[in-house]
């Protein structure tokens, strides 16, 4: 039976009520206290105390400050008055339970009331933050699209800066060498007039002599004429015997047939070239060259102006779509920047064109590999990404580069399956 304290003491003022509730003996801080705006309720074994206070209380702003042995209470009235005693008198049991089961109703419902609240809050505090890290990563990616678009009006700025460059210069040459055949030509008329001042002082010696010197002159002018106009070349055939091609196979190996089809195949492949092309009127004829677009876009790479490298390719692929090493640069490129499903079809084109599998294409085929290899592992497609590293082992199975990279595929393909 729990020991009921009798000897508190308690003061107000039209605003708050004071309450100093003495446990002697008891290890304060171990207190249970239940307030609510009707009830107060202090639990410290072997102590209770309990108050059915005489008005209503703002429970929520109210306090209970513990120490020295003692609790003492400052709760808040909800109408400013002075009470006439603390507690209600009269009360009885039935009315005491009723009171108390209220009250343990409204700190229930008080309770549940706060959790909901602060469970919305939560929901609020995580919807803002969802809605704040989208637009953070619409900026950013809103900022890489706009970094990307003056990437390209810069190279392409670039690009016509070289052009104008290449017009300005063989416009000059072409002044050059007028200039050099307007001398040419002062200097022979020059001549000319010089061989007729003598002819004329030879008419006044005699005029024999003359009619000698007249037709001279005229075999000299002749002569001068055949020897400043060159004579047409003379037409003929040139008969060109080629080196048959050798390659380092052992006989029980040949892949004759095999090299001779890929050599073939890019001869065609060099001479398939699309010239129904609208920018085609623009360009020099060396800007037509394939060949040439390729080392272009191989300057550009170097120097890390990717989308630049692109623009050059896909003019070259424009132009010969039958060159698997335009596909496998480009597909470079678009791994630098992360175009991974770009690099995976332009290595899978470079591989079709790379056929048959001799040992002259060897190389670009364990890059074009090695490539797409690295696009499906960057998208977590580690199986692929292993097809095509082991694929490139089978062609040099001495890489040590490459063995290491297959051998990181598989641990993370094990590390999944036994965490799955």
């Given at each position: 039976?729990?020991?009921?304290?009798?000897?508190?003491?308690?003061?107000?003022?039209?605003?708050?009520?004071?309450?100093?509730?003495?446990?002697?003996?008891?290890?304060?801080?171990?207190?249970?206290?239940?307030?609510?705006?009707?009830?107060?309720?202090?639990?410290?074994?072997?102590?209770?105390?309990?108050?059915?206070?005489?008005?209503?209380?703002?429970?929520?702003?109210?306090?209970?400050?513990?120490?020295?042995?003692?609790?003492?209470?400052?709760?808040?009235?909800?109408?400013?008055?002075?009470?006439?005693?603390?507690?209600?008198?009269?009360?009885?049991?039935?009315?005491?339970?009723?009171?108390?089961?209220?009250?343990?109703?409204?700190?229930?419902?008080?309770?549940?009331?706060?959790?909901?609240?602060?469970?919305?809050?939560?929901?609020?505090?995580?919807?803002?933050?969802?809605?704040?890290?989208?637009?953070?990563?619409?900026?950013?990616?809103?900022?890489?699209?706009?970094?990307?678009?003056?990437?390209?009006?810069?190279?392409?700025?670039?690009?016509?800066?070289?052009?104008?460059?290449?017009?300005?210069?063989?416009?000059?040459?072409?002044?050059?060498?007028?200039?050099?055949?307007?001398?040419?030509?002062?200097?022979?008329?020059?001549?000319?007039?010089?061989?007729?001042?003598?002819?004329?002082?030879?008419?006044?010696?005699?005029?024999?002599?003359?009619?000698?010197?007249?037709?001279?002159?005229?075999?000299?002018?002749?002569?001068?004429?055949?020897?400043?106009?060159?004579?047409?070349?003379?037409?003929?055939?040139?008969?060109?015997?080629?080196?048959?091609?050798?390659?380092?196979?052992?006989?029980?190996?040949?892949?004759?047939?095999?090299?001779?089809?890929?050599?073939?195949?890019?001869?065609?492949?060099?001479?398939?070239?699309?010239?129904?092309?609208?920018?085609?009127?623009?360009?020099?004829?060396?800007?037509?060259?394939?060949?040439?677009?390729?080392?272009?876009?191989?300057?550009?790479?170097?120097?890390?102006?990717?989308?630049?490298?692109?623009?050059a390719y896909n003019l070259a692929i424009r132009l010969n779509n039958k060159i698997p090493l335009l596909y496998l640069n480009r597909a470079a490129c678009h791994l630098k920047l992360k175009n991974l499903h770009k690099a995976i079809e332009d290595s899978s084109k470079a591989l079709e064109l790379l056929t048959p599998p001799v040992a002259d294409n060897a190389n670009a085929r364990m890059k074009a590999h090695i490539r797409r290899g690295t696009a499906f592992c960057q998208l977590e497609l580690y199986v692929e990404g292993l097809q095509d590293y082991e694929a490139?082992?089978?062609?040099?199975?001495?890489?040590?580069?490459?063995?290491?990279?297959?051998?990181?595929?598989?641990?993370?393909?094990?590390?999944?399956?036994?965490?799955?």
């Open positions: 039976m729990p020991l009921q304290v009798s000897d508190y003491s308690w003061q107000q003022t039209r605003t708050a009520v004071f309450i100093s509730v003495p446990l002697r003996g008891v290890s304060v801080r171990d207190a249970d206290v239940f307030c609510t705006e009707n009830y107060l309720k202090v639990n410290c074994p072997p102590f209770l105390f309990e108050v059915f206070l005489y008005a209503p209380i703002d429970d929520e702003s109210s306090k209970a400050k513990i120490g020295n042995d003692t609790i003492v209470f400052t709760l808040h009235k909800k109408e400013a008055a002075m009470w006439e005693t603390l507690s209600l008198s009269g009360v009885d049991k039935e009315m005491m339970q009723r009171i108390r089961e209220k009250s343990i109703l409204q700190a229930q419902k008080s309770a549940k009331e706060a959790m909901e609240a602060k469970a919305s809050a939560r929901r609020e505090d995580q919807k803002y933050t969802l809605n704040v890290m989208m637009k953070i990563e619409e900026e950013e990616r809103k900022r890489i699209e706009d970094m990307k678009e003056n990437e390209r009006i810069k190279a392409t700025k670039e690009l016509e800066t070289w052009k104008e460059h290449q017009r300005k210069a063989e416009e000059h040459k072409i002044v050059q060498r007028e200039e050099k055949l307007y001398q040419q030509e002062k200097q022979i008329e020059e001549e000319r007039k010089k061989l007729k001042h003598k002819g004329l002082t030879r008419n006044s010696v005699s005029r024999n002599l003359a009619t000698k010197g007249r037709n001279s002159e005229i075999i000299f002018f002749e002569k001068l004429k055949e020897d400043s106009i060159p004579a047409p070349r003379s037409v003929g055939n040139i008969k060109i015997n080629f080196t048959p091609r050798v390659f380092p196979t052992a006989l029980r190996e040949s892949q004759v047939a095999a090299e001779e089809e890929w050599l073939h195949k890019q001869a065609e492949a060099r001479r398939a070239m699309n010239t129904d092309i609208p920018e085609l009127c623009d360009l020099k004829e060396e800007e037509k060259n394939p060949e040439w677009l390729k080392d272009k876009g191989n300057k550009l790479f170097a120097t890390e102006n990717y989308l630049a490298a692109i623009n490139a082992l089978k062609i040099d199975p001495s890489n040590k580069i490459v063995q290491n990279d297959a051998e990181k595929i598989r641990n993370i393909i094990q590390g999944t399956e036994l965490k799955s």
